[in-house]
C-alpha cells in the first residue's frame, strides 16, 4: 500500500500543487512513543509526505500545547496534526484531542469523527482499528455473518474496531478484563480481536481451531524484554488459521493507515 501511495504522488503534488504535510507532536521523551513517532516520519518519507516531528519537553504547559495546537489548526500548509499519546499527567489528552481541527485529525480521535463513525457518516477512521479491517479485506476473509470477539474497549482499538465489524455485517462481541468465563467467549470467535496491553494474555485453550487471530497488543515480555503481543503466538500459530505477529503485523498497517488518513485529509482540504 506504501508502494502504491508513493507511485501516486507525483500525481497528486502536480494535481494540487505540492504534497500532503503531516506534524507530529511528542511531548517528553516516553522511548515506546519515541520510536512510534520515528516509525511516522521514516514511512511519511517512504512515501513522499512531508513530515514535521515538534519535540516538546515534558513539563509544557497544557495552555502551550493548546496554543501550539491552534497554530497549526491555521496553517494552511499543514493538513494533518498527530499528538503522539499517552501525554503526561498534568495535560488533559480529551482537550488536546478536541482542539484538533477536526479536518486535520488524522488520528480520527476527535469527538466529532468518532460521533461520525457511530452514526455510519463519513470520516476519519482511527488508524488501528482501520488497519485490522483492511487487513482482514486484503486476507480476503469474508467477515459478514462471522461471529467476532473483540476483547478490549479502549476509545482507540476495541470500540471503534468492533463498530467497523458491525458495520462489515460480522455478530460482534465485546469482552473485556471484567468479562466472567472469558474463555468460553473467546472460543466462540471465528475472528479474535485482541488489544489487551498483556502479554500472553489470550493462550491456545481460548481459541478455535481455525480462528482468525488478530494480535493489537504491543508490550515488552517480561522474560526476554522484547516486543511481544497480547496473544501466545507460538502455541496458537498452529492452531489459528491466519495471526497476526507482534512486532509486524497490526503496528506497520497503523502507520500505513496514517499516511492514508493524511492522503485523505490533504485532498479534501485541497478541494
Ligand atoms: N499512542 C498509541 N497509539 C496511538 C495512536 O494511534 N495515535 C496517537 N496519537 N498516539 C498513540
Redesign the pocket.
Known amino acids: 500500500m506504501k508502494a502504491e501511495m508513493a507511485e501516486n504522488m507525483p500525481k497528486l503534488i502536480e494535481e494540487y500543487g505540492r504534497a500532503p504535510h503531516l506534524v507530529v507532536i511528542l511531548v517528553g521523551d516516553n522511548p515506546a512513543?519515541v520510536s512510534?513517532v520515528t516509525g511516522k516520519a521514516k514511512a511519511s518519507e517512504a512515501v513522499g509526505i512531508k513530515n514535521t516531528t515538534i519535540r516538546k519537553p515534558a513539563d509544557i504547559t497544557e495552555a502551550e500545547l493548546l496554543g501550539l495546537i491552534e497554530e497549526l489548526n491555521a496553517d494552511d500548509s499543514v493538513d494533518g496534526i498527530?499528538?503522539?499519546?499517552?501525554l503526561p499527567k498534568h495535560i488533559s489528552e480529551a482537550k488536546v484531542i478536541a482542539t484538533i481541527s477536526q479536518e486535520k485529525d488524522v488520528?480520527g480521535?476527535h469527538p466529532l469523527n468518532v460521533a461520525a463513525l457511530w452514526q455510519k457518516q463519513p470520516c476519519t477512521v482511527?488508524?488501528?482499528p482501520l488497519g485490522v479491517i483492511k487487513m482482514l479485506k486484503e486476507a480476503g476473509i469474508e467477515i459478514a455473518g462471522k461471529r467476532a470477539v473483540v476483547v478490549g474497549r479502549s476509545n482507540?482499538v476495541g470500540l471503534p474496531v468492533s463498530k467497523l465489524l458491525l458495520d462489515e455485517n460480522a455478530t460482534v462481541t465485546m469482552a473485556h478484563s471484567r468479562t466472567a468465563n472469558l474463555a468460553e467467549i473467546t472460543r466462540q470467535a471465528e475472528i479474535l480481536v485482541v488489544a489487551v496491553g498483556r502479554p500472553r494474555m489470550i493462550t491456545a485453550d481460548m481459541v478455535a481451531p481455525g480462528a482468525v487471530v488478530i494480535d493489537v497488543g504491543v508490550n515488552r515480555d517480561p522474560e526476554t524484554g522484547k516486543l511481544c503481543g497480547d496473544v501466545d503466538f507460538a502455541n496458537i500459530e498452529p492452531i489459528a488459521s491466519v495471526i497476526t505477529p507482534v512486532p509486524g503485523g497490526v503496528g506497520p498497517m497503523?502507520i500505513t493507515m496514517?499516511m492514508q488518513n493524511t492522503i485523505d485529509c490533504f485532498k479534501a482540504r485541497c478541494k
Open positions: 512513543s512510534y498527530l499528538v503522539q499519546l499517552p488520528d480521535f482511527a488508524c488501528t482507540i497503523t496514517l
